[in-house]
């Protein structure tokens, strides 16, 4: 029961976040530059905004990345996109049997400011977010 209730107010809360493509002009330089100094040579990148923030969206070879800074430019967090036998272990198992029958679309690991790694694995239209060991921490509505 408390599992219910912490996943229904992690996704109402979670719905609040939808992010908003903006042209590259309504991107801050601070962000921009900041940005291009952590990731140089990226020419064909999208930006987002999520709330007061800033979600860049490149392709590197043929792995797809994204990075969220602040509007100083502060990078929050990192995703990669990996492929699905990179999920921990742990979190396979939590999704096959909580997903019985369902397919994994998309798995990403994602590292913090902190350097905190969690991957982040879609099933249906959830993320599913687990820690470095694939123990369950939250679901985010896509």
Request: net charge positive; glycine share 4%; aromatic share 8%.
């Amino acid at each position: 029961m408390k599992h219910s209730i912490l996943t229904c107010l992690v996704l109402l809360f979670s719905s609040f976040a939808i992010a908003q493509r903006v042209s590259e002009k309504e991107i801050p330089n601070s962000v921009k530059s900041k940005f291009l100094i952590s990731h140089p040579g990226q020419a064909h990148v999208k930006w987002e905004k999520e709330k007061e923030n800033y979600e860049a969206s490149f392709t590197s070879g043929k792995t797809k990345h994204s990075t969220l800074l602040d509007p100083n430019g502060n990078i929050l967090e990192t995703e990669e996109e990996i492929s699905v036998k990179q999920l921990p272990a742990n979190a396979l198992a939590y999704i096959q049997k909580t997903y019985k029958n369902k397919k994994i679309k998309e798995a990403a690991r994602i590292t913090d400011a902190h350097g905190t790694v969690t991957f982040e694995a879609q099933v249906t239209s959830i993320d599913l977010i687990f820690d470095k060991q694939g123990t369950y921490i939250k679901s985010i509505a896509d």
